[in-house]
């Protein structure tokens, strides 16, 4: 399974940037993904995902609603919108999916597969 993040960019505060997450070797509507995110000299911290339906969705708290999560199983993809975007937002991106199912999608270690990430940088 390769997945392939892309969408980042360079974004002033205040703007907003949609983030891709393409799933191959399998399709994306058999297991859950997720966003998780990485900023300068931290650890890597959970930022949204989605059930395998699509029906359910988790998101940190500290992102206040600005941040959605959404798939589109006919195109294998995982997108991320984000906007009202900050400077601590700053961080490189990356999206996974787990191998089975029932797990807390929140850990990052429920999660097998990642991405390569793709790096946001917002500018104050």
């Known amino acids: 399974v390769q997945l392939q993040a892309s969408g980042g960019g360079l974004v002033q505060a205040g703007g907003f940037l949609n983030l891709s997450c393409a799933a191959s070797?399998?399709?994306?509507?058999?297991?859950?993904m997720g966003w998780f995110r990485q900023a300068p000299k931290k650890g890597r911290e959970f930022v949204a995902a989605?059930?395998?339906?699509?029906?359910?969705?988790y998101y940190a708290d500290s992102l206040e609603g600005r941040f959605t999560i959404s798939r589109a199983d006919a195109k294998n993809t995982v997108y991320l919108q984000m906007s009202s975007l900050g400077p601590e937002d700053t961080a490189v991106y990356y999206c996974?999916?787990?191998?089975?199912?029932?797990?807390?999608?929140?850990?990052?270690?429920?999660?097998?597969?990642w991405g390569q990430g793709t790096l946001v940088t917002v500018s104050s």
């Open positions: 996974g999916a787990p191998d089975i199912y029932g797990i807390d999608l929140t850990r990052e270690a429920s999660y097998r597969y």
């Open positions: 989605t059930s395998w339906s699509g029906r359910t969705t």
């Open positions: 070797g399998r399709t994306s509507k058999d297991y859950a």
